[in-house]
């Protein structure tokens, strides 16, 4: 899916129209990879959990060792400023990010206090849910002590990067990666649920992925309504036994899976009920 150009930038203290240059040749981030960022929604004319990711962008800054020059709550301000900007009915992927300029004097390591800071709007309309399709690719999720996997980090999406291409190249939309041990950890993009007569499963973060905001939401909105959510160590025969399954994340929210594999699965009725409950949080928030 191809980002439009209906672009703005925010970007030392004002807002920009377009695609900003915001790093420099010789900028730290350019040649060894010290960014962070997350990304917010905003649709039918709400952005839920914004505050979530604007504040969680500062754990991961803190997280690669970087000292952020501006407060969550602030960056939240920034967004809804930029956002302002857009019509009421627009739909946005929003990213506010963080990276380092500067090396210390021993060249491959940040200088904390050289965090720079940017927002990024575009218009990115949500996905249908529709047609949506997982396989498992070969390739692993590194382990905490391999890579700074509790940072939204922009260097780890390299791997997700060659794992979302290998199921594109074989005709699906996106796999489940595995992490060292061979469990399932996540897809390329997402957190990932089974449901099986009636309860719902996902992997038990490890540290070696990312606890959605949204995997959280999603949770706590099913246990809420009586819907039993195990989080759990699952292996491939979990998925290929699986009556239904859904991703969450931010770009579509709440995703059915139609097809595992061969297998066709369509949209389950827990499925259908864990995407009615995100999208009745949304607009009441």
Not at 76 to 103: C, K, N
Not at 185 to 210: H, I, Q
Not at 211 to 219: A, E, F, H, K
Request: hydrophobic fraction near 40%; glycine fraction near 8%; aromatic fraction near 8%.
């Amino acid at each position: 899916m191809a980002l439009s150009d209906n672009i703005r930038t925010y970007f030392d203290g004002t807002w920009h129209d377009g695609n900003l240059p915001v790093i420099r040749a010789a900028d730290h981030v350019a040649w060894l990879g010290s960014q962070v960022f997350d990304g917010a929604r905003k649709f039918q004319g709400v952005m839920p959990d914004l505050e979530g990711h604007c504040h969680r962008l500062l754990r991961s800054a803190e997280a690669m060792g970087m000292v952020p020059k501006i407060a969550g709550d602030d960056i939240v301000e920034i967004v809804r400023e930029g956002v302002a900007t857009y019509a009421d009915d627009a739909e946005l992927y929003i990213r506010p990010m963080m990276w380092a300029t500067e090396s210390t004097p021993g060249i491959i390591d940040i200088d904390p206090d050289s965090t720079a800071f940017s927002v990024c709007i575009e218009t990115l309309p949500m996905p249908k849910p529709e047609g949506f399709s997982l396989t498992v690719a070969p390739y692993c999720r590194p382990r905490q002590d391999m890579a700074l996997t509790e940072a939204k980090a922009g260097s780890l999406y390299a791997n997700n990067g060659r794992i979302m291409a290998w199921a594109r190249a074989r005709g699906f939309s996106n796999a489940l990666s595995l992490d060292i041990d061979g469990n399932v950890a996540e897809t390329a993009s997402t957190n990932v649920f089974t449901v099986k007569d009636g309860v719902v499963f996902t992997p038990v973060p490890n540290g070696c992925f990312l606890n959605g905001l949204t995997r959280q939401r999603v949770i706590g909105l099913l246990r809420a309504d009586g819907i039993e959510v195990q989080e759990v160590k699952m292996t491939v025969a979990d998925f290929e036994t699986a009556d239904e399954m859904f991703c969450t994340g931010n770009i579509a929210k709440v995703m059915p899976v139609e097809t595992f594999q061969e297998r066709q699965l369509g949209t389950g009725p827990v499925t259908k009920r864990a995407r009615d409950l995100y999208w009745d949080f949304a607009l009441s928030a």
